[in-house]
């Protein structure tokens, strides 16, 4: 077929029926310059937003229930004399730009409270700072690092009296954080 010289500036009313038979309504601005060859027949319901970019040729089809947990040390491995004791410092920011509400606060200041002071309350008893922050701008530090009240060195297993320690788990448990 040789085309003509001069087209039609509208379309015909009676198009061939070879090219498709369910031709699209609206057709895309930007196809893929690599289409599939064979589509699947069942799609995932909720695709991943950010795919990985080294995906495995093989995968498992079944996960394992037992996964490999790193070694751990052995009691025996420990060695707490007074001269391989080595200080810790622990600084726990907490991030409150999520505007809790006052019930929520109090459950997750509860939740702070108690593990601090099993932390403080451990025979290592590290200097423990507490800090919260919104934004860079609303910075909170609860619990400082300096605190001779909390975190004291010079006493020699930095331990907390229990009243101490009912002041420290207070001041953590009362703060604000909504």
């Given amino acids: 077929l040789i085309p003509t010289e001069s087209p039609t500036k509208l379309p015909t009313s009676t198009p061939t029926k070879t090219p498709t038979f369910s031709p699209t309504t609206r057709p895309t601005d930007a196809p893929t310059k690599i289409p599939t060859k064979i589509p699947t027949n069942n799609p995932t319901q909720s695709p991943t937003k950010t795919p990985t970019l080294s995906p495995t040729n093989i995968p498992t089809n079944i996960p ?5 947990v790193p070694p751990l040390p052995e009691a025996a491995d420990v060695d707490d004399t007074p001269c391989n004791t080595v200080d810790v410092d622990m600084v726990f920011l907490v991030d409150n730009s999520c505007n809790l509400d006052a019930s929520e606060c109090s459950i997750q200041q509860q939740g702070i409270a108690t593990f601090l002071a099993a932390i403080k309350s451990s ?6 700072a507490y800090i919260a922050y919104a934004t860079l701008n609303l910075i909170d530090v609860v619990i400082d690092i300096s605190d001779s009240r909390f975190n004291n060195l010079s006493n020699p297993n930095n331990n907390l009296d229990p009243q101490t320690l009912q002041e420290f788990t207070d001041r953590v448990r009362n703060y604000k954080c909504g």
Avoid at 64 to 68: G, S, V
Avoid at 123 to 128: K, N
């Fill in 123 to 128: 025979a290592a008893d590290p200097r423990v």
């Fill in 64 to 68: 394992t229930t037992q996964p490999t």
